[in-house]
Nanobody, 130 residues
Framework: QVQLVESGGGLVQAGGSLRLSCAAS??????????MGWFRQVQGKERELVSA???????????FYADFVKGRFTISRDSAKNTAYLQMNTLRPEDTAIYYC??????????????????WGQGTQVIVSP
């Protein structure tokens, strides 16, 4: 069983930065073997993909960014710590949402819908004030 725990959310002014972390654990878990995704959800709206990275397969890994975060957010992972990150810069009030980390074993493609990820964290709230 894979467990994902997000942290790093909070309240920030517009233009500021936050770094979300997703600590992953599980029996023989190696984050390099998993595609990782960051989603966000606002109450009353569907969960949307923010950024994702494929597993580190033979041909390397690929990343995806939604248009609304390109140039502002960066996804990464630290294999030694089994942790994925979402660095969020130049935050805007419309970035306010609950952010979720997701994982799927050997996901070879991005973007991917929520249904393609089998493991989810509990979410972390991000609030960006004007």
């Amino acid at each position: 069983q894979v467990q994902l725990v997000e942290s790093g959310g909070g309240l920030v002014q517009a233009g500021g930065s936050l770094r979300l972390s997703c600590a992953a654990s599980g029996r023989s878990f190696s984050i390099s073997d998993y595609g990782m995704g960051w989603f966000r959800q606002v109450q009353g709206k569907e969960r949307e993909l923010v950024s994702a990275i494929t597993w580190s397969g033979r041909s390397g890994e690929s990343t995806f960014y939604a248009d609304f975060v390109k140039g502002r957010f960066t996804i990464s992972r630290d294999s030694a710590k089994n942790t994925a990150y979402l660095q969020m810069n130049t935050l805007r009030p419309e970035d306010t949402a609950i952010y979720y980390c997701a994982a799927e074993y050997r996901l070879p493609y991005v973007p991917a819908p929520p249904s393609d990820f089998g493991y989810w964290g509990q979410g972390t709230q991000v609030i960006v004030s004007p």
